[in-house]
């Protein structure tokens, strides 16, 4: 069996790469990583050439060409039987799959005011009206996971699920999202930064020098 490549963009920005890849990592999947420089030069030959929607993330398994975020964690969940990949019990398995499909399909609000940028320095931002609804209902749907799960992690142990929010606890870090009455979403979104996964992401994305000027503002 050959050793299964992944694609990714920027560690700095790219949230989408990052959900599978840590995923695949939590999980001790051994993985090739290429990475293609977003939004730079011939980028976008570059993504067409590994993937059909010419987007990162793309997972190459053999003969099996998988891209997008959450088509490539279902596949691993099957392909690798992932220990940490959907909740074992079916009804938070159903949760689990719908808060990462919200997260999927949503979120634009948030996404396009705190775009991802692993090494802003944590700053507040003003927040549209959009954004602020997305920060409210991230809240409501983290609080009402870890209340019924008990954490570490939003279905107790880490999940598919988590690997989906991890870009979303970097946003609340370095936009200075929480509240003070915040204070066990705070500790779950630290428990994920703290991950030595997402720390090697995030040292990684600290580390390059392919800055793009409008996500560093
Ligand atoms: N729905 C896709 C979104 C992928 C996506 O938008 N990736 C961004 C990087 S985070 C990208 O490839 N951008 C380059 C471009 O659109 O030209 C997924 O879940 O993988």
Redesign the pocket.
């Known amino acids: 069996m050959t050793t299964p490549l992944l694609v990714i963009?920027n560690k700095r920005?790219?949230?989408?790469?990052l959900?599978p890849w840590l995923l695949l990592r939590v999980n001790g999947i051994e993985l090739r990583e290429e990475r293609v420089s977003?939004?730079q030069g011939d980028?976008?030959r570059e993504?067409f050439a590994r993937s059909p929607?010419?987007?990162?993330?793309v997972l190459v398994d053999g003969e099996v060409t998988v891209?997008?975020?959450?088509a490539?964690c279902e596949y691993a969940a099957e392909r690798f039987g992932l220990r940490h990949g959907w909740p074992k019990d079916a009804k938070a398995r159903a949760r689990a799959r719908s808060i990462t499909a919200e997260m999927?399909a949503g979120f634009v609000g948030l996404r396009s005011r705190c775009g991802m940028n692993v090494a802003r320095v944590p700053a507040p931002v003003a927040l549209d009206e959009a954004a602020a609804a997305d920060v409210a209902r991230v809240r409501e749907l983290w609080g009402d996971a870890l209340a019924r799960s008990g954490g570490p992690f939003l279905f107790g142990d880490f999940s598919i699920a988590d690997a989906f929010y991890a870009p979303v606890a970097v946003r609340f870090d370095r936009y200075a999202l929480f509240s003070p009455e915040d204070a066990t979403i705070r500790a779950y979104a630290e428990r994920l930064l703290a991950l030595p996964d997402m720390q090697a992401w995030v040292a990684a994305g600290v580390a390059e020098t392919d800055l793009v000027a409008q996500f560093e503002q």
């Open positions: 963009g920005y790219s949230s989408w790469s959900r977003l939004y980028y976008k993504l929607a010419g987007k990162v993330p891209w997008d975020s959450l490539i999927h």
